[in-house]
């Protein structure tokens, strides 16, 4: 593994150390777990590891029997959004029978007035 500077690293690492500034704001002020905070961290500083480090991604290709190091990134990209969609989804149905739950509850006040 090389190191190889080049300008668009210092570009990319800046947007990515803005996303890991924006994780550890949300976990100050209650928007994301501890947990949150520390995937996000590992996602983040994982993608700073492969800006300065490109070589790892076709190191890591080649243990996995894939072909080129971009694959892993994107297969590893994908299986992340389907997760996060995944979580998302039953974020979002835990929220709807919450509501449904508050809907009825108000329902049967205001036919008890």
Do not use: C
């Not at 668009?8 to 002020?29: E, M, P, V």
């Not at 029997?65 to 959004?81: F, K, M, N, P, T």
């Amino acid at each position: 593994m090389d190191f190889i500077f080049l300008p668009i690293q210092l570009f990319i690492t800046l947007g990515l150390l803005w996303a890991l500034s924006r994780a550890f704001l949300r976990f100050k002020d209650g928007g994301i777990s501890l947990g949150g905070l520390l995937f996000w961290f590992a996602v983040w500083s994982a993608a700073i590891f492969t800006v300065f480090y490109p070589g790892f991604t076709t190191y890591l290709a080649k243990l996995l029997g894939i072909g080129r190091g971009a694959d892993v990134v994107l297969y590893a990209s994908v299986i992340i959004l389907f997760y996060l969609v995944f979580r998302t989804h039953v974020l979002l149905e835990n929220i709807r029978n919450d509501i449904t739950k508050i809907i009825r509850q108000i329902a049967l006040q205001e036919k008890k007035k």
